[in-house]
Antibody, heavy 119, light 107 residues
Framework: EVQLVQSGGVVVQPGGSLRLSCTASGFVFDDYTMHWVRQVPGKGLEWLALIDWEGRSADYADSLEGRFTVSRDNTKHSLYLQMKSLTIEDTALYFC????????????WGQGTLVTVSS | EIVMTQSPATLSVSPGERATLSCRASQSIDTNLAWYQQKPGQAPRLLIYAASARATGLPARFSASGSGTEFTLTISSLQSEDSAVYYCLQYDDWPPWTFGHGTKVEI
């Protein structure tokens, strides 16, 4: 069974940094491109970033303005999102998602990590 | 960036009725479109990919069609567990991948 299990929710102060994690099981992790998507409470879905199967290539939403970095450790079957210079507008539920190996939609999602940016 | 527009924003239907959800792309995306269902407190669940291909295990009451810029998700004979928000996603021109703002189906 494919599973993506994310780290627990966290509260961080404005201007702070945070690293989210997503651990995969049930499939060959290093065969797949992985993504991060977020959802402001009560709002829609926003794509944030992707990283290719070997971790050599990444791409980001322009809105992040270079504040987030995606990485992966295939030996640990884990995906990460390093977030810095956080603002209140970054308060959201963050999901990791697996990209389908043929087409480019997202076929499996993690359960989400709630990040609250608050003083 | 391709803009995805979903309509209606909210759809109120009775059990057993049919629901038709629409998604429009700001430019042609061929059939590179997926549909997701999201219930409160849960991650999105893949329903449809390639505009009309049903995900594994999806009940037959869910169907979808479309190509180019106009797409439709149909839920025939709605059941109470179909109450959710439904999103479309384009994966034709990326980055970024872009979602519609969702249609809330109330039963």
């Amino acid at each position: 069974e494919v599973q993506l299990v994310q780290s627990g929710g966290v509260v961080v102060q404005p201007g702070g940094s945070l690293r989210l994690s997503c651990t995969a099981s049930g499939f060959v992790f290093d065969d797949y491109t992985m993504h991060w998507v977020r959802q402001v409470p009560g709002k829609g879905l926003e794509w944030l970033a992707l990283i290719d199967w070997e971790g050599r290539s990444a791409d980001y939403a322009d809105s992040l303005e270079g504040r987030f970095t995606v990485s992966r450790d295939n030996t640990k079957h884990s995906l990460y999102l390093q977030m810095k210079s956080l603002t209140i507008e970054d308060t959201a539920l963050y999901f990791c998602a697996r990209e389908d190996d043929h087409l480019r939609h997202f076929d499996y999602w993690g359960q989400g990590t709630l990040v609250t940016v608050s003083s | 960036e391709i803009v995805m527009t979903q309509s209606p924003a909210t759809l109120s239907v009775s059990p057993g009725e049919r629901a038709t959800l629409s998604c429009r792309a700001s430019q042609s995306i061929d059939t590179n479109l997926a549909w997701y269902q999201q219930k409160p407190g849960q991650a999105p669940r893949l329903l449809i990919y390639a505009a009309s291909a049903r995900a594994t295990g999806l009940p037959a009451r869910f169907s979808a069609s479309g190509s180019g810029t106009e797409f439709t998700l149909t839920i025939s004979s709605l059941q109470s567990e179909d109450s959710a928000v439904y999103y479309c996603l384009q994966y034709d021109d990326w980055p970024p991948w872009t979602f519609g703002h969702g249609t809330k189906v109330e039963i």
